[in-house]
Nanobody, 111 residues
Framework: QVQLVESGGGLVQPGGSLNLSCAASGFSFSLYTMMWYRQAPGKQREWVAAITRRDVTNYADSVKGRFTISRDNAKNTVFLQMNSLEPEDTAVYLC?????WGQGTQVTVSS
């Protein structure tokens, strides 16, 4: 069955960085667009970034220039490098691919 397992979240100070990973299994990873979403408490789930099978990337305006999505098809893994983090980036970050969601990883930006 399809599995998406995120890791790499944690507590970081404003201005800091984190690199999230999402390990995928159960489908032909290299053929599909992969995405990151986030959901803050009391807010709707928000799309963050996407990367196509041909490595074309796209970002929400709120993270453009600070976040970078990438993928390693040999490892069936998609990454989200997050720099210059702000308290407003605090959320559960979820991986999405092949019509499935991961369980999410918590990112907290606080001093």
């Amino acid at each position: 069955q399809v599995q998406l397992v995120e890791s790499g979240g944690g507590l970081v100070q404003p201005g800091g960085s984190l690199n999230l990973s999402c390990a995928a299994s159960g489908f032909s990873f290299s053929l599909y667009t992969m995405m990151w979403y986030r959901q803050a408490p009391g807010k709707q789930r928000e799309w963050v970034a996407a990367i196509t099978r041909r490595d074309v990337t796209n970002y929400a305006d709120s993270v453009k220039g600070r976040f970078t999505i990438s993928r390693d098809n040999a490892k069936n893994t998609v990454f989200l490098q997050m720099n210059s983090l702000e308290p407003e980036d605090t959320a559960v970050y979820l991986c999405y691919g092949y019509y499935n969601w991961g369980q999410g990883t918590q990112v907290t930006v606080s001093s």
